[in-house]
């Protein structure tokens, strides 16, 4: 509880350790996991997905990451028809024969997993962090967070539904998303400039010198480009 109000929006919402075995297992075999519970007893996160039923014992068997995600309507998406055309045609060229991509992608032994998570860079998540090879981390202002968060209808969750309290957003949402980035940046301000050398430490990657709320499309531009830059560095250098 926080000023009242559930707080699930800090990172002690999430089973650490469950997530973390979760990646490791991605990372080794490809494949969603599905295994025992390390804490079965755990309270289930309501509007994320990680999730843990009360009711199962040690020996329980479920996929180690249930979502509900899916069932969330999402709005209208703010890229336009022709910049996904023109993504999936930068996309197509890079994976053809003699294209770098190609090279990475050709045995069929890789694949990649797109692990969107709240909190993901906050010190308590560092073994979940650590697991990442290529971490994005996108900014937003004060401002625009509210305006998203409030737009949002609910979330579907194994309990039910949960839609944001009154004040939740300001008392619960933005305090702590500050509190968990503030390392992040220089002075700690979360709306102020990130510290480069920070960044350079942990290998996360950001629009540096954009300023907040940067355009959907350049961001969209930028996480391909990034992605594809990572892989072939982490892929093809090591070859």
């Keep these: 509880m926080k000023d009242g109000l559930l707080d699930w929006d800090c990172a002690e919402a999430v089973s650490v ?9 991605i990372r080794s075999e490809g494949t969603f996991p599905v295994g025992l519970l390390t804490n079965p007893q755990l309270s289930h996160r309501a509007d994320h997905g990680c999730v843990r039923s009360p009711s199962l014992t040690s ?10 995600e899916d069932q969330n309507s999402v709005g209208q998406c ?14 197509d060229a890079w994976l053809r024969p003699g294209q770098p991509g190609h090279r990475i992608f050709a045995d069929g032994r890789l694949s990649l997993c797109l692990f969107d998570g709240f909190l993901l860079y906050c010190t308590e998540m560092r073994p979940v962090m650590d697991l990442i090879d290529v971490k994005l981390f996108l900014l937003v202002s004060r401002a625009k ?4 968060r409030e737009a ?11 839609k944001d309290p009154p004040g939740y957003v ?5 305090p702590n998303y500050a509190d968990a980035h503030a390392w992040l940046f220089r002075d700690g301000d979360v709306e102020g400039i990130l510290d480069d050398a920070v960044l350079e430490g942990t290998g996360i990657r950001a629009q540096t010198g954009k ?3 940067v355009d959907f499309e350049e961001t969209f531009e930028w996480v ?3 992605v594809i830059s990572e892989l072939e560095k982490q892929c093809l250098d090591d070859k």
């Design 78 to 91: 703010p890229a336009s028809d022709a910049k996904i055309q023109a993504i999936k045609a930068r996309v």
């Design 152 to 162: 949002r209808d609910g979330y579907v969750t194994l309990e039910g539904f949960w």
């Design 224 to 226: 391909v480009e990034t």
């Design 59 to 68: 020996s329980s068997r479920q996929p180690s990451v249930d979502s509900k």
């Design 17 to 25: 350790p469950d997530m973390a075995a979760a990646l490791e297992h």
């Design 211 to 213: 300023g907040l709320d």
């Design 170 to 174: 300001d008392k619960i949402v933005w």
């Design 145 to 148: 967070a509210t305006q998203r």
